[in-house]
T-cell receptor, first 115, second 110 residues
Framework: NAGVTQTPKFRVLKTGQSMTLLCAQDMNHEYMYWYRQDPGMGLRLIHYSVGEGTTAKGEVPDGYNVSRLKKQNFLLGLESAAPSQTSVYFC??????????????FGQGTRLTVV | QQPVQSPQAVILREGEDAVINCSSSKALYSVHWYRQKHGEAPVFLMILLKGGEQKGHEKISASFNEKKQQSSLYLTASQLSYSGTYFCGTEGEYGNKLVFGAGTILRVKS
Protein backbone atom coordinates (compact mmCIF):
# COMPACT_ATOMS: atom_id res chain seq x y z
CA ASN A 1 0.00 0.00 0.00
CA ALA A 2 1.25 3.44 -0.89
CA GLY A 3 -0.88 5.11 1.81
CA VAL A 4 -0.95 8.88 1.28
CA THR A 5 1.11 10.28 -1.58
CA GLN A 6 1.80 13.97 -2.13
CA THR A 7 3.00 15.50 -5.38
CA PRO A 8 5.35 17.35 -5.76
CA LYS A 9 7.78 16.97 -2.83
CA PHE A 10 9.55 20.28 -3.44
CA ARG A 11 8.63 23.38 -5.39
CA VAL A 12 9.89 26.95 -5.76
CA LEU A 13 7.41 29.52 -7.01
CA LYS A 14 7.70 33.17 -7.88
CA THR A 15 5.30 35.59 -6.24
CA GLY A 16 2.05 35.68 -8.18
CA GLN A 17 2.42 32.27 -9.78
CA SER A 18 -0.16 29.57 -9.31
CA MET A 19 0.17 25.88 -8.59
CA THR A 20 -1.75 22.81 -7.46
CA LEU A 21 -0.62 20.29 -4.87
CA LEU A 22 -2.00 16.79 -5.31
CA CYS A 23 -2.80 14.37 -2.51
CA ALA A 24 -3.80 10.79 -3.30
CA GLN A 25 -4.78 8.05 -0.84
CA ASP A 26 -5.45 4.40 -1.53
CA MET A 27 -7.11 3.47 1.78
CA ASN A 28 -10.68 4.37 0.79
CA HIS A 29 -10.77 7.03 3.51
CA GLU A 30 -13.69 9.41 3.76
CA TYR A 31 -11.88 12.31 5.39
CA MET A 32 -8.98 14.23 3.92
CA TYR A 33 -7.11 17.27 5.25
CA TRP A 34 -4.57 19.85 4.18
CA TYR A 35 -2.27 21.36 6.83
CA ARG A 36 0.60 23.77 6.71
CA GLN A 37 3.50 23.55 9.14
CA ASP A 38 5.54 26.57 10.11
CA PRO A 39 8.18 26.76 12.87
CA GLY A 40 6.61 27.22 16.30
CA MET A 41 3.05 27.10 14.97
CA GLY A 42 2.42 23.40 14.69
CA LEU A 43 0.07 21.97 12.08
CA ARG A 44 -2.58 24.43 11.04
CA LEU A 45 -5.65 23.21 9.18
CA ILE A 46 -6.19 24.89 5.81
CA HIS A 47 -9.15 23.00 4.34
CA TYR A 48 -10.68 19.59 4.84
CA SER A 49 -13.19 17.26 3.23
CA VAL A 50 -15.57 14.75 4.79
CA GLY A 51 -16.39 13.01 1.53
CA GLU A 52 -16.26 13.12 -2.25
CA GLY A 53 -17.60 16.40 -3.58
CA THR A 54 -17.48 18.19 -0.21
CA THR A 55 -14.97 20.69 1.17
CA ALA A 56 -14.86 22.97 4.20
CA LYS A 57 -12.65 25.74 5.51
CA GLY A 58 -10.19 25.15 8.29
CA GLU A 59 -8.36 27.68 10.42
CA VAL A 60 -6.20 29.36 7.75
CA PRO A 61 -8.04 29.05 4.41
CA ASP A 62 -7.26 32.47 2.89
CA GLY A 63 -5.29 32.29 -0.35
CA TYR A 64 -6.06 28.60 -0.92
CA ASN A 65 -8.74 26.64 -2.73
CA VAL A 66 -9.43 22.91 -2.72
CA SER A 67 -11.37 20.32 -4.66
CA ARG A 68 -12.37 16.71 -3.99
CA LEU A 69 -13.82 15.48 -7.26
CA LYS A 70 -12.75 11.90 -6.60
CA LYS A 71 -12.76 10.19 -3.21
CA GLN A 72 -9.09 9.27 -3.42
CA ASN A 73 -7.79 12.72 -4.42
CA PHE A 74 -7.70 16.06 -2.61
CA LEU A 75 -6.20 19.01 -4.47
CA LEU A 76 -4.86 22.19 -2.89
CA GLY A 77 -4.55 25.23 -5.14
CA LEU A 78 -2.68 28.48 -4.74
CA GLU A 79 -4.05 31.01 -7.26
CA SER A 80 -1.50 33.77 -6.66
CA ALA A 81 1.36 32.64 -4.46
CA ALA A 82 2.74 34.99 -1.78
CA PRO A 83 5.95 34.71 0.28
CA SER A 84 3.76 34.17 3.38
CA GLN A 85 2.71 30.85 1.85
CA THR A 86 6.25 29.49 2.11
CA SER A 87 5.76 26.44 4.28
CA VAL A 88 5.71 22.66 4.47
CA TYR A 89 2.31 21.32 3.44
CA PHE A 90 0.99 18.02 4.72
CA CYS A 91 -1.97 16.08 3.49
CA UNK A 92 -3.67 13.53 5.72
CA UNK A 93 -6.57 11.12 5.46
CA UNK A 94 -8.66 9.13 7.91
CA UNK A 95 -11.78 7.03 8.22
CA UNK A 96 -14.92 8.85 9.30
CA UNK A 97 -14.11 10.84 12.44
CA UNK A 98 -15.26 10.41 15.99
CA UNK A 99 -14.34 6.79 16.64
CA UNK A 100 -11.46 4.78 17.99
CA UNK A 101 -10.10 3.72 14.61
CA UNK A 102 -9.89 7.12 12.98
CA UNK A 103 -6.17 7.82 13.14
CA UNK A 104 -4.88 10.22 10.51
CA UNK A 105 -2.30 8.99 8.00
CA PHE A 106 0.02 11.68 6.68
CA GLY A 107 1.79 12.13 3.38
CA GLN A 108 5.50 12.92 3.31
CA GLY A 109 4.95 16.62 2.86
CA THR A 110 5.59 19.23 0.18
CA ARG A 111 8.17 21.90 0.84
CA LEU A 112 7.06 25.06 -0.95
CA THR A 113 9.16 28.20 -1.22
CA VAL A 114 7.70 31.39 -2.68
CA VAL A 115 10.31 33.98 -3.70
CA GLN B 1 -9.33 26.86 17.36
CA GLN B 2 -6.00 25.19 18.10
CA PRO B 3 -5.63 23.29 21.36
CA VAL B 4 -2.92 24.61 23.69
CA GLN B 5 0.05 22.39 24.48
CA SER B 6 2.53 22.71 27.33
CA PRO B 7 5.41 22.79 27.78
CA GLN B 8 6.75 24.11 24.48
CA ALA B 9 9.95 22.14 24.89
CA VAL B 10 11.53 19.73 27.34
CA ILE B 11 14.98 18.17 27.63
CA LEU B 12 15.38 14.85 29.42
CA ARG B 13 18.11 12.39 30.18
CA GLU B 14 17.55 8.78 29.26
CA GLY B 15 15.38 7.06 31.85
CA GLU B 16 13.62 10.22 33.03
CA ASP B 17 9.87 10.78 32.79
CA ALA B 18 7.91 13.57 31.09
CA VAL B 19 4.34 14.80 30.86
CA ILE B 20 2.92 16.79 27.95
CA ASN B 21 -0.39 18.54 28.40
CA CYS B 22 -3.09 19.51 25.90
CA SER B 23 -6.12 21.64 26.63
CA SER B 24 -9.00 23.06 24.62
CA SER B 25 -11.56 25.80 25.16
CA LYS B 26 -14.15 23.73 23.28
CA ALA B 27 -15.95 20.50 24.11
CA LEU B 28 -14.00 17.56 22.77
CA TYR B 29 -15.08 14.27 21.27
CA SER B 30 -11.62 12.79 21.02
CA VAL B 31 -7.93 13.53 21.42
CA HIS B 32 -5.18 12.18 19.16
CA TRP B 33 -1.44 12.09 19.90
CA TYR B 34 1.26 12.03 17.19
CA ARG B 35 5.04 12.17 17.13
CA GLN B 36 7.08 13.78 14.36
CA LYS B 37 10.77 13.19 13.76
CA HIS B 38 12.76 15.92 12.07
CA GLY B 39 12.09 16.03 8.33
CA GLU B 40 9.42 13.33 8.50
CA ALA B 41 5.65 13.16 8.60
CA PRO B 42 3.76 12.91 11.91
CA VAL B 43 3.08 9.37 13.06
CA PHE B 44 0.06 8.27 15.08
CA LEU B 45 0.59 7.20 18.71
CA MET B 46 -2.91 6.84 20.15
CA ILE B 47 -6.45 8.15 20.23
CA LEU B 48 -8.67 8.68 23.27
CA LEU B 49 -12.43 9.06 23.07
CA LYS B 50 -14.60 10.96 25.52
CA GLY B 51 -15.36 8.86 28.56
CA GLY B 52 -12.18 9.59 30.49
CA GLU B 53 -10.26 6.59 29.27
CA GLN B 54 -6.58 6.06 29.60
CA LYS B 55 -4.49 4.24 27.03
CA GLY B 56 -0.99 2.86 26.84
CA HIS B 57 1.52 2.26 24.09
CA GLU B 58 4.72 0.61 25.36
CA LYS B 59 6.02 3.12 27.91
CA ILE B 60 3.87 5.92 26.56
CA SER B 61 0.37 6.40 27.92
CA ALA B 62 -2.26 9.11 27.89
CA SER B 63 -5.37 10.24 29.73
CA PHE B 64 -8.37 12.30 28.67
CA ASN B 65 -10.55 14.33 31.03
CA GLU B 66 -13.52 15.43 28.93
CA LYS B 67 -14.99 17.62 31.68
CA LYS B 68 -11.82 19.68 31.87
CA GLN B 69 -11.27 19.35 28.11
CA GLN B 70 -7.72 18.25 28.79
CA SER B 71 -5.44 15.40 27.87
CA SER B 72 -1.98 14.44 29.08
CA LEU B 73 0.68 12.26 27.46
CA TYR B 74 2.98 10.39 29.84
CA LEU B 75 6.41 9.19 28.74
CA THR B 76 8.14 6.99 31.28
CA ALA B 77 11.75 5.83 31.35
CA SER B 78 12.45 7.86 28.22
CA GLN B 79 14.68 6.51 25.47
CA LEU B 80 16.71 8.34 22.83
CA SER B 81 14.15 7.23 20.25
CA TYR B 82 11.47 9.28 22.00
CA SER B 83 13.04 12.51 20.76
CA GLY B 84 10.83 14.48 18.40
CA THR B 85 7.91 16.87 18.36
CA TYR B 86 4.68 15.69 19.94
CA PHE B 87 1.34 16.98 18.73
CA CYS B 88 -2.08 16.63 20.21
CA GLY B 89 -5.01 16.77 17.83
CA THR B 90 -8.59 17.32 18.86
CA GLU B 91 -11.93 16.52 17.29
CA GLY B 92 -14.98 18.50 18.29
CA GLU B 93 -18.54 17.40 18.83
CA TYR B 94 -19.15 16.06 15.32
CA GLY B 95 -15.78 14.35 14.99
CA ASN B 96 -15.11 15.76 11.56
CA LYS B 97 -12.37 18.33 11.99
CA LEU B 98 -8.97 17.34 13.35
CA VAL B 99 -7.14 20.38 14.71
CA PHE B 100 -3.61 20.24 16.11
CA GLY B 101 -1.72 22.14 18.76
CA ALA B 102 1.59 23.95 18.24
CA GLY B 103 3.58 20.94 19.41
CA THR B 104 6.01 20.08 22.21
CA ILE B 105 9.66 19.51 21.32
CA LEU B 106 11.10 16.62 23.33
CA ARG B 107 14.82 15.95 23.37
CA VAL B 108 16.26 12.96 25.17
CA LYS B 109 19.98 13.06 25.90
CA SER B 110 22.24 10.16 26.78
Amino acid sequence: NAGVTQTPKFRVLKTGQSMTLLCAQDMNHEYMYWYRQDPGMGLRLIHYSVGEGTTAKGEVPDGYNVSRLKKQNFLLGLESAAPSQTSVYFCASSRRGGASNTEAFFGQGTRLTVV
Amino acid sequence: QQPVQSPQAVILREGEDAVINCSSSKALYSVHWYRQKHGEAPVFLMILLKGGEQKGHEKISASFNEKKQQSSLYLTASQLSYSGTYFCGTEGEYGNKLVFGAGTILRVKS
